[in-house]
């Protein structure tokens, strides 16, 4: 199984990026997949996942209205569009896969995980 995040990079105060993240190896529509954030100095948290289907997605409140999850199941890809960036929202940013397809908040749920792409907003 891989999950190859990509898109991240420097980024101004009030700009977008969209992030990326293909997955190999796995059933890709029957997996959930979530977005997690690690700032530097700080413990690791979620910030938006989405069911198989992408029906159901949650956001973390930090991101709500500004950061929007999506999937495209035929690209077996899931992606984070994040507007409205703010210098808290740097962090290294990783994706994972969740086998019970949810998309849950818990990191504890998620058995795959990508190697993280580093987001920096400048103030």
């Known amino acids: 199984v891989q999950l190859q995040a990509t898109g991240g990079g420097l980024a101004p105060t009030g700009g977008s990026q969209r992030l990326s993240c293909e997955a190999s190896?796995?059933?890709?529509?029957?997996?959930?997949m979530g977005w997690f954030r690690q700032p530097p100095g700080k413990a690791r948290e979620f910030v938006a996942a989405?069911?198989?289907?992408?029906?159901?997605?949650s956001y973390a409140d930090s991101v709500k209205g500004r950061f929007t999850i999506s999937r495209d199941n035929a690209k077996t890809t899931v992606y984070l569009q994040m507007n409205g960036l703010k210098p808290e929202d740097t962090a290294v940013y990783y994706c994972?896969?969740?086998?019970?397809?949810?998309?849950?908040?818990?990191?504890?749920?998620?058995?795959?995980w990508g190697q993280g792409t580093q987001v920096t907003v400048s103030s």
């Open positions: 190896g796995l059933p890709f529509s029957s997996y959930g």
């Open positions: 994972a896969a969740d086998f019970a397809g949810t998309g849950e908040n818990s990191p504890d749920h998620y058995e795959h």
């Open positions: 989405i069911s198989f289907t992408g029906g159901r997605t």
